[in-house]
């Protein structure tokens, strides 16, 4: 059973930016797809970005030139960046694990895995 702890949400004011971290235990994440989704009051929860075992990536165009998806496999860890932060960017952060780890998907439902969620608020 893989566990998923994600850090370092915060309150951060526009333009500003942040850097998310999952680590995991239980698993090694070099197994699998690994996504962030984040979820916004009263909206659906929706994937920002993924980063394959080979370490291709996809983006959301909403975050596209501004986020960074990585993995560090020795340390068991996968990272968000964002810069150029936005307030529509405030939400609740979520890293997931897919055991497919040859595709992208974009559906929460694909995911095996999940973090408790990390809070970021950028102030306007």
């Known amino acids: 059973q893989v566990r998923l702890v994600e850090s370092g949400g915060g309150l951060v004011q526009a333009g500003g930016s942040l850097r998310l971290s999952c680590a995991a235990s239980?698993?090694?994440?070099?197994?699998?797809?690994m996504g962030w989704f984040r979820q916004a009051p009263g909206k659906e929860r929706e994937c920002v970005a993924a980063?394959?075992?080979?370490?291709?990536?996809y983006y959301a165009d909403s975050v596209k030139g501004r986020f960074t998806v990585s993995r560090d496999n020795a340390k068991n860890t996968v990272y968000l960046q964002m810069n150029s932060l936005k307030a529509e960017d405030t939400a609740v952060y979520y890293c997931?694990?897919?055991?497919?780890?040859?595709?992208?998907?974009?559906?929460?439902?694909?995911?095996?895995?999940w973090g408790q969620g990390t809070q970021v608020t950028v102030s306007s």
């Open positions: 997931a694990a897919d055991e497919n780890r040859v595709r992208f998907s974009t559906n929460a439902r694909s995911y095996d895995y």
């Open positions: 980063i394959t075992w080979s370490s291709s990536t």
């Open positions: 239980g698993g090694t994440l070099s197994r699998y797809t």
